[in-house]
């Protein structure tokens, strides 16, 4: 099972800290990704984390302003959103999948809306207003 916490009000520049916790396997041996969707707006897909290195492919649209990080030890990751912007306002889901991706396939499954995955949870609400 996954977890995706942490979402609320924050304002356009501020940062705000996703998790997602995984539960019955372990986050490290899969690919991990996180999408979101906004009202009105088709599915997107945000990232994707590499099992096989740990190197993360970024959507354009949030490249240079979020970042991935992994906490092994509590099977958790995190989606760190610095300088946010009222378009990030969205439902964030984390997914995973036992596959282990190629950075081509991370970048192209990213783009397309990472509908690929195997598990993912509910999702946790972001708004970005001032």
């Known amino acids: 099972q996954l977890q995706a916490s942490g979402g609320g009000l924050v304002q356009p520049g501020g940062s705000l800290r996703l998790s997602c916790a995984a539960s019955?396997?372990?986050?490290?041996?899969?690919?991990i990704g996180w999408f979101r969707r906004a009202p009105g707006k088709e599915r997107e897909g945000v990232s994707c984390?590499?099992?096989?290195?740990?190197?993360?492919y970024f959507a354009d649209s949030v490249k240079g302003r979020f970042t991935i990080a992994r906490d092994n030890a509590k099977n958790t990751v995190y989606l760190q959103m610095s300088s946010p912007k009222p378009e990030d306002t969205a439902v964030y889901y984390c997914?995973?999948?036992?596959?282990?991706?190629?950075?081509?396939?991370?970048?192209?499954?990213?783009?397309?809306?990472?509908?690929?995955?195997?598990?993912w949870g509910k999702g946790t609400l972001v708004t970005v207003s001032s």
């Open positions: 997914a995973a999948t036992g596959d282990h991706w190629s950075w081509k396939e991370c970048r192209l499954r990213t783009d397309a809306g990472l509908r690929d995955m195997d598990y």
């Open positions: 984390s590499r099992s096989s290195d740990g190197t993360t």
């Open positions: 019955g396997f372990v986050s490290e041996d899969y690919t």
